[in-house]
């Protein structure tokens, strides 16, 4: 049985024409680090805040250990919170901000002072206890919220974009110190980002959102290798995307059903189908692929792959271990070159054809199982 349970669930804020969540189902596993992504707007905090107890829902429910949780008040539902603003009492000293949720559950003085000093020492700020919030940087004010948080040993913790207000070293520490924390105390958390990178580094799941709906909910490498729709593709880690039509029957690959589509120009590309069966000749389809499976040749025999588009070269950076090349494709025939897609290929130093210069034209190409045909 999992641990928290959403089934059905519907909420629409007072006022509001369309639904913040909607038919929301969603278990989370006792002991997992799921994290809520998606854009802004898509419900992730609606989410965080039906399951604190902050907000009630429309309809549907929320089960957590088996037991509906809607009618519980917040205090009683024992889950530990940080947003994304720490929320610390600037008038409390640390120590006083750590044992607040203890207080409030009258928890006897003694037990108190070492579960405060046991929480400090899990965020490593047991010399900080006697400080006040604005003598700490923003990094040491969030892991005040986080001991604040787990004080009270909670089976779940919930985190709305905890480190938004970091700049990136510390935020990159912070990451780490949670997924230490989630290592070793064994906690459920439910955590949200629109950092698809942080999404990444912490969690066991994702569960992609958009416009109050789950798009897709997986560990993030099948979120990345076997994204379910363009959307997810897109969100996560950068794809080229081109449109065209089904151009022929799915057919049976090694490695699972493939798609062919003719794109403009009359040029018929392969990929991974993520339709199955379903789709009908000539319907509409959307091609993807990453920036790092491209290869870039002056002429359409310099690829090892039949999957090839004509492109013309806008720009080339140098981004270290990779050049980063920005085309145009399927510029050679019909439409605009403004209105033809842009894209771009990821390309280590060794593989880039000499002599490049902007303006030129190029092949890329790319092997059908590395692209997604949706
Ligand atoms: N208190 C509220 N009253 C009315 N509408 C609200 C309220 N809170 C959120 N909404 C609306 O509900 C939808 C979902 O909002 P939510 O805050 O859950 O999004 P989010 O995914 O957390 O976005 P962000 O990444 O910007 O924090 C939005 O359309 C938002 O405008
Ligand atoms: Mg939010």
Redesign the pocket.
């Known amino acids: 049985m999992a641990l928290i349970e959403f089934e059905h669930v519907f ?6 024409q ?4 909607e038919d929301l189902n969603l278990h989370i596993e006792a002991g997992e680090f799921l994290t ?1 992504l ?12 039906l399951l604190a107890g902050f ?1 009630a829902l429309n309809s549907g429910s929320i089960r957590l250990n088996g037991c509906a949780i809607e009618s519980l008040p917040p205090h009683q539902r024992n889950i530990g919170v940080v947003f ?1 603003n720490y929320s610390l009492f600037p008038h409390m000293t640390v120590a006083q901000n750590v044992a607040f949720p203890l207080s409030v559950r009258k928890v006897p003085a003694a037990a108190i002072a070492t579960k405060v000093a046991a929480a400090l020492e899990k965020v490593h700020l047991q010399s900080f206890a006697e400080r006040r919030p604005n003598q700490l940087s923003g990094g040491q004010q969030q892991r005040v919220a986080l001991a604040r948080a787990l004080v009270f040993e909670p089976r779940l913790v919930l985190m ?2 905890p480190l938004s207000a970091l700049d990136k070293k510390l935020r990159e520490e912070m990451q780490l110190e949670i997924r230490r924390l989630h290592r070793e105390l064994g906690v459920t958390m439910v955590f ?1 980002t ?1 950092d698809q990178s942080e999404a990444m580094t912490l969690s066991d799941r994702v569960a992609v ?1 958009n416009h ?1 709906r789950i798009e897709q909910l997986a560990s993030p490498q099948m979120l990345y290798d076997a994204p379910a729709n363009p959307f997810v593709a897109n969100f996560l880690g950068d794809n080229n995307i081109i449109k065209g039509r089904y151009a022929s029957a799915i057919s049976q690959g090694l490695d699972g059903a493939r798609a062919a589509i003719r794109v403009a120009g009359g040029k018929g590309l392969q990929g991974r189908s993520c339709n199955g069966k379903s789709a009908a000749l000539d319907a509409d389809a959307t091609l993807c692929v990453r920036p790092e499976f491209l290869q870039v040749a002056a002429h359409a025999d310099g690829l090892d792959t039949p999957n090839c588009l004509d492109a013309r070269l806008l720009d080339i950076i140098h981004q270290g271990d990779h050049w980063r090349l920005v085309v145009s494709v399927g510029t050679t025939e019909g439409g605009a070159p403004e209105a033809a897609p842009q894209w771009f290929a990821k390309i280590s130093p060794r593989a880039l054809p000499p002599g490049l210069v902007v303006g030129q034209g190029l092949c890329l190409g790319f092997r059908p199982e590395d692209a997604w045909v949706f």
């Open positions: 909420k629409r804020y007072p006022g509001s369309t639904a913040a969540v809520l998606g854009p802004s707007g898509s419900g992730k905090t609606t989410t965080l805040m907000e994304q709305d974009e949200v629109h959102f109050g």
